[in-house]
């Protein structure tokens, strides 16, 4: 056997991809060199869609790739590692960015809404993943640092505490001033 197959490395994850239920990518995140242009990753991912979308099954062996994978009404969740690679770690990191990504659009998974909201969706996946590296599998702390301010979120989805906490610190700076 070849010793890079015997070593173990942090570099699990290879690539996490996220696609329209057309096959079209919205986010798309290589982590080596295993599809170095763009215009093999996009082969691949047609593929892999093409291969998927109508599975009821959860990973699959494809192109020396362990694919794991998750639909949600007109989105599919990706997330891929090397062909020797242990599923349920790759399924912990795709279950972390579902959960985190459902948290995050408040239960409205579907890509209007991702679009929507891609800035912090696209820093949701770098908090969980950078670089192959697994830095987080629990959804709630992947939220909590990607939270937004109390500032970023419109006045008629806030708490009523929140808008009073909000009115209290700009009491607070006014009378500072």
């Known amino acids: 056997m070849e010793s890079s197959l015997l070593e173990p490395s942090?570099?699990?994850?290879?690539?996490?991809?996220?696609?329209?239920?057309?096959?079209?990518?919205i986010i798309g995140k290589y982590y080596d060199d295993s599809l170095p242009t763009a215009k093999e990753q996009k082969a691949f991912e047609r593929n892999l869609f093409n291969?998927?979308?109508?599975?009821?099954?959860?990973?699959?062996?494809?192109?020396?790739?362990?694919?794991?994978?998750?639909?949600?009404?007109?989105?599919?969740?990706?997330?891929?590692?090397?062909?020797?690679?242990?599923?349920?770690?790759?399924?912990?990191?795709?279950?972390?960015?579902?959960?985190?990504?459902?948290?995050?659009?408040?239960?409205?998974v579907e890509k209007r809404s991702l679009i929507d909201n891609l800035d912090i969706v696209i820093l949701a996946i770098d908090e969980i993943c950078d670089g192959g590296v697994i830095l987080e599998a629990d959804p709630s702390s992947v939220v909590q640092r990607v939270a937004l301010k109390p500032d970023d979120i419109p006045l008629g989805e806030q708490t009523v505490a929140q808008v009073l906490q909000s009115a209290r610190e700009q009491l607070k700076w006014s009378l500072l001033r």
């Open 51 to 108: 291969k998927t979308h109508r599975s009821n099954s959860e990973i699959i062996m494809f192109d020396g790739f362990t694919c794991v994978y998750r639909s949600s009404v007109d989105l599919f969740f990706y997330v891929m590692g090397s062909a020797n690679e242990n599923g349920l770690i790759l399924s912990s990191v795709l279950n972390c960015i579902y959960e985190s990504i459902n948290q995050i659009l408040r239960k409205n």
């Open 10 to 25: 942090l570099y699990i994850i290879k690539a996490i991809t996220i696609l329209d239920n057309d096959g079209n990518r």
